[in-house]
């Protein structure tokens, strides 16, 4: 047996000299004193709409003009090149043809700039020439000190200093402060940032980060986990072109409390396809990113307007304590529209009792039912609107207050004394309370100048996304609240180095030998090469007996009849033994066949499925669901990239569709969750310990009866191992 070092180990969190050096060079870019815009031209939309954010946003440094023609432009007179600007270039933003982009790029870092956002098409997302032509832009840019934002991306905008490096129209919103929004996509950027705007949602910044030939929107997320002003971060991705580095970022993220909100494409291999076409980017298995973000608290979005909406009420409630939603609104209809849409999102809506109910009998209308939801009628006063908040409030289980109500008036003749008194009110229960408290709209609506007046005017905390998305952000909150305290419970595991064994493990039982020296508990069993020896070691075992062919070739035993269950008695365990021999030789005449396997036959109990594979992307992914059959019926499977420690296992049983079944069913006693998870977890440390040989296992099932967990088959397949003579 030999050994030596492998590159996985257990997450740290901690960022690498190389992401500290580059961390310095996202600030830098997005936060320029001076900025030259490389191909500007009265004739280009593109220059005309960059310089024009600038200019309107109140840039505080100074813009230069550079066009190899020397020509005017926007009023100013062009310099052919960067150096001959004659000032200070702390950022460009190149508009140059394909072709010229690698000369732009080192004629900017021959004037001193140190940073380039690239707004030109036609790299890596039309393949073949484009890649190369995209791999030789950054390959001057390296050589050169220069680090790149895209190409054939938008720009950012960087609300918190207004730096409106972006090629589109702007529209600012009313907070420098609340989402920060980062995408892959310039296009979907740019609708998130005006629905932001129609809504009033506060942005700190709005990054596209295009083909990512250097920076990628890891890098960004990563920069922004550090700035105050963004207090939650809503990412759209194709794909993550460092996964590792990604997966330390979200831990990270996670860690120190910043909501990361994530719509990611790649559930189908047509998205995959188009986004190849795209961004030139690779997607990796869908099902693996759902368990990366049970994982790592990311919230997933499955759409744009709920991917804003959810990191827009993130940004405003930060981790919420434990508990349920208080709804306060004056519409019975839509208090249990709120319900029932809590219910089926798993939100808890606690019953009004105690302190609350007699506060809330104390404050409502005659006309009114004090319960939660509470309908306050259309009698209510304003006085009482602020008392009903406050009352919900004193619920021991309210973690935050919504408050579903007709729209902030968006014009003249909406307005009243008693609406405005209404909502000056309910902006004062809301900012009196301990928890956090918001005031929605029943449906997705826009907020004009206006509106936005009254916002500023009462305080109100209020949401412009309709009341469903308002509650699948809550949901949302509530369960990355949960994993965030999770984390702080659980004791940081310390960093594992692995060791990669030589052993190449291929039969069951040499499988199920290996895992058994790695901390895993095995099924008792003989490898016997006749009927006597079959017989002796059933005697040997005094209970009833399963016989299994043993051959290395042959994967799926019971597919060609090589499995019998239940044999008690000699001549039963003669003929069995004659049986599976006799369908393996038939069935599999190629197949080189070490005899039999005979074990103990297990009673009741529950059969779990411990998986591995290797993702194109994410690298070793261990899967944990329902065994023997069910797994392939069900697909109730949780994954996980490796490493694992037993405290994430518990977390994926526990998400399981299937996790009653764990906690006991009749006759089978409850699973020791504590010891399955030890268990599993030895079993993803044996895994790595293999080495990135190793294509697949599969320990199906793993039996589990109480505290008696074994291992009762096992299957390695090696990378480049020729298919099995049962296929």
Same mark, same amino acid.
């Given at each position: 047996?030999?050994?030596?070092?492998?590159?996985?180990?257990? *997450?740290?969190?901690?960022?690498? $000299?190389?992401?500290?050096?580059?961390?310095?060079?996202?600030?830098?870019?997005?936060?320029?004193?001076?900025?030259?815009?490389?191909?500007?031209?009265?004739?280009?939309?593109?220059?005309?709409?960059?310089?024009?954010?600038?200019?309107?946003?109140?840039?505080?440094?100074?813009?230069?003009?550079?066009?190899?023609?020397?020509?005017?432009?926007?009023?100013?007179?062009?310099?052919?090149?960067?150096?001959?600007?004659?000032?200070?270039?702390?950022?460009?933003?190149?508009?140059?043809? /394909?072709?010229?982009?690698?000369?732009?790029?080192?004629?900017?870092?021959?004037?001193?700039?140190?940073?380039?956002?690239?707004?030109?098409?036609?790299?890596?997302?039309?393949?073949?020439?484009?890649?190369?032509?995209?791999?030789?832009?950054?390959?001057?840019?390296?050589?050169?000190?220069?680090?790149?934002?895209?190409?054939?991306?938008?720009?950012?905008?960087?609300?918190?200093?207004?730096? &409106?490096?972006?090629?589109?129209?702007?529209?600012?919103?009313?907070?420098?402060?609340?989402?920060?929004?980062?995408?892959?996509?310039?296009?979907?950027?740019?609708?998130?940032? &005006?629905?932001?705007?129609?809504?009033?949602?506060?942005?700190?910044?709005?990054?596209?980060?295009?083909?990512?030939?250097?920076?990628?929107?890891?890098?960004?997320?990563?920069?922004?986990?550090?700035?105050?002003?963004?207090?939650?971060?809503?990412? !759209?991705?194709?794909? !993550?072109?460092?996964?590792?580095? !990604?997966?330390?970022?979200?831990?990270?993220?996670?860690?120190?409390? #910043?909501?990361?909100?994530?719509?990611?494409?790649?559930?189908?291999?047509?998205?995959?396809?188009?986004?190849?076409?795209?961004?030139?980017?690779?997607?990796?298995?869908?099902?693996?990113?759902?368990?990366?973000?049970?994982?790592?608290?990311?919230?997933?979005?499955?759409?744009?307007?709920?991917?804003?909406?959810?990191?827009?009420?993130?940004?405003?409630?930060?981790?919420?304590?434990?508990?349920?939603?208080?709804?306060?609104?004056?519409?019975?209809?839509?208090?249990?529209?709120?319900? %029932?849409?809590?219910?089926?999102?798993?939100?808890?809506?606690?019953?009004?009792?105690?302190?609350?109910?007699?506060?809330?009998?104390?404050?409502?209308?005659?006309?009114?039912?004090?319960?939660?939801?509470?309908?306050?009628?259309?009698?209510?006063?304003?006085? *009482?609107?602020?008392?009903?908040?406050?009352?919900? +409030?004193?619920?021991?289980?309210?973690?935050? @207050?919504?408050? =579903?109500? &007709?729209?902030? =008036?968006?014009?003249?003749?909406?307005?009243?004394?008693?609406?405005?008194?209404?909502?000056?009110?309910?902006?004062?229960?809301?900012?009196?309370?301990?928890?956090?408290?918001?005031?929605?709209?029943?449906?997705?609506?826009?907020?004009?100048?206006?509106?936005?007046?009254?916002?500023?005017?009462?305080?109100?905390?209020?949401?412009?996304?309709?009341?469903?998305?308002?509650?699948?952000?809550?949901?949302?909150?509530?369960?990355?609240?949960?994993?965030?305290?999770?984390?702080?419970?659980?004791?940081?595991?310390?960093?594992? *180095?692995?060791?990669?064994?030589?052993?190449?493990?291929?039969?069951?039982?040499?499988?199920?030998?290996?895992?058994?020296?790695?901390?895993?508990?095995?099924?008792?069993?003989?490898?016997?090469?006749?009927?006597?020896?079959?017989?002796? +070691?059933?005697?040997?075992?005094?209970?009833?007996?399963?016989? #299994?062919?043993?051959?290395?070739?042959?994967?799926?035993?019971?597919?060609?009849?090589?499995?019998?269950?239940?044999?008690?008695?000699?001549?039963?365990?003669?003929?069995?033994?004659?049986?599976?021999?006799?369908?393996?030789?038939?069935?599999?005449?190629?197949?080189?066949?070490?005899?039999?396997?005979?074990?103990?036959?297990?009673?009741?109990?529950?059969?779990?499925?411990?998986?591995?594979?290797?993702?194109?992307?994410?690298?070793?992914?261990?899967?944990?669901?329902?065994?023997?059959?069910?797994?392939?019926?069900?697909?109730?499977?949780?994954?996980?990239?490796?490493?694992?420690?037993?405290?994430? @296992?518990?977390?994926?049983? /526990?998400?399981?569709?299937?996790? #009653?079944?764990?906690?006991? *069913?009749?006759?089978?006693?409850?699973?020791?969750?504590?010891?399955?998870?030890?268990?599993?977890?030895?079993?993803?440390?044996?895994?790595?310990?293999?080495?990135? %040989?190793?294509?697949?296992?599969?320990?199906?099932?793993?039996?589990?009866?109480?505290?008696?967990?074994?291992?009762?088959?096992?299957?390695?397949?090696?990378?480049?191992?020729?298919?099995? $003579?049962?296929?």
């Amino acid at each position: 047996m030999g050994a030596g070092p492998i590159s996985q180990t257990r *997450q740290t969190g901690q960022a690498e $000299p190389s992401e500290q050096a580059e961390l310095s060079a996202v600030h830098a870019l997005l936060n320029p004193g001076s900025i030259a815009l490389i191909g500007a031209s009265d004739k280009s939309r593109w220059s005309g709409n960059v310089f024009g954010n600038l200019q309107g946003g109140g840039f505080p440094g100074q813009l230069h003009m550079v066009n190899p023609r020397g020509a005017m432009a926007h009023g100013q007179q062009c310099a052919k090149t960067c150096t001959q600007v004659g000032a200070p270039i702390d950022l460009g933003l190149i508009m140059a043809p /394909g072709g010229a982009v690698a000369d732009a790029v080192a004629d900017l870092a021959a004037a001193g700039g140190r940073s380039a956002v690239i707004l030109t098409a036609g790299f890596a997302e039309t393949g073949g020439e484009g890649c190369a032509l995209q791999e030789s832009v950054r390959a001057v840019a390296a050589a050169h000190g220069v680090r790149l934002l895209g190409p054939n991306c938008l720009g950012y905008v960087n609300f918190t200093n207004r730096s &409106y490096v972006w090629t589109s129209p702007v529209k600012a919103p009313s907070r420098d402060h609340g989402v920060a929004i980062v995408s892959q996509s310039g296009a979907t950027a740019q609708f998130l940032s &005006y629905l932001a705007w129609a809504q009033d949602v506060g942005l700190s910044h709005l990054i596209s980060t295009g083909n990512e030939a250097d920076l990628d929107s890891t890098s960004f997320v990563d920069y922004l986990l550090d700035v105050p002003q963004a207090r939650a971060i809503a990412l !759209f991705a194709e794909t !993550f072109r460092n996964p590792a580095r !990604f997966l330390r970022v979200a831990e990270r993220a996670l860690r120190i409390g #910043k909501p990361l909100v994530v719509l990611k494409m790649g559930a189908s291999e047509v998205t995959a396809k188009s986004a190849m076409a795209h961004t030139g980017s690779l997607v990796g298995d869908d099902r693996v990113f759902d368990g990366i973000c049970e994982q790592y608290g990311i919230i997933r979005a499955r759409s744009m307007e709920e991917l804003l909406a959810t990191a827009d009420v993130l940004s405003r409630t930060g981790v919420l304590r434990p508990g349920g939603l208080g709804v306060a609104t004056n519409s019975g209809g839509i208090g249990e529209i709120a319900a %029932d849409t809590a219910h089926l999102r798993g939100i808890f809506v606690p019953p009004l009792e105690g302190e609350a109910l007699e506060a809330m009998r104390l404050t409502i209308p005659d006309t009114a039912t004090p319960h939660n939801p509470i309908d306050l009628t259309g009698s209510v006063t304003p006085e *009482q609107c602020e008392g009903a908040v406050l009352a919900l +409030a004193k619920m021991p289980d309210c973690a935050v @207050v919504l408050c =579903p109500w &007709y729209d902030i =008036p968006n014009a003249p003749d909406e307005m009243s004394e008693r609406l405005t008194a209404l909502h000056h009110h309910l902006a004062a229960g809301m900012a009196a309370i301990p928890v956090p408290g918001m005031l929605v709209s029943y449906t997705s609506t826009v907020v004009n100048e206006m509106a936005r007046g009254i916002v500023r005017e009462t305080g109100a905390n209020y949401l412009a996304c309709g009341l469903d998305r308002a509650v699948a952000a809550i949901a949302g909150a509530f369960k990355w609240s949960e994993r965030y305290r999770a984390q702080l419970e659980v004791k940081a595991s310390p960093t594992v *180095q692995f060791s990669v064994t030589t052993e190449r493990p291929r039969s069951e039982r040499d499988a199920l030998d290996y895992l058994a020296r790695h901390g895993v508990p095995v099924v008792p069993a003989s490898v016997v090469t006749n009927a006597d020896q079959a017989v002796d +070691a059933a005697r040997a075992l005094a209970c009833p007996v399963v016989i #299994k062919v043993a051959s290395p070739d042959i994967a799926h035993k019971s597919d060609i009849g090589g499995v019998l269950l239940n044999l008690q008695g000699d001549e039963a365990v003669r003929a069995g033994f004659k049986q599976v021999m006799d369908a393996a030789r038939e069935r599999c005449p190629t197949a080189r066949l070490d005899g039999a396997i005979v074990a103990p036959m297990r009673g009741r109990g529950i059969e779990l499925f411990v998986g591995f594979s290797r993702d194109p992307q994410w690298g070793p992914i261990l899967a944990v669901g329902l065994g023997g059959v069910w797994v392939e019926v069900l697909q109730d499977v949780a994954l996980r990239p490796l490493p694992v420690s037993a405290a994430e @296992v518990k977390h994926m049983l /526990g998400g399981l569709r299937g996790a #009653k079944l764990l906690a006991g *069913q009749r006759g089978v006693p409850a699973a020791d969750m504590d010891a399955v998870a030890c268990v599993i977890a030895n079993i993803g440390d044996a895994i790595l310990s293999l080495g990135p %040989d190793l294509a697949e296992l599969d320990v199906n099932p793993l039996w589990v009866c109480g505290s008696q967990i074994e291992a009762l088959d096992a299957l390695f397949v090696w990378q480049g191992d020729a298919p099995s $003579p049962t296929h």
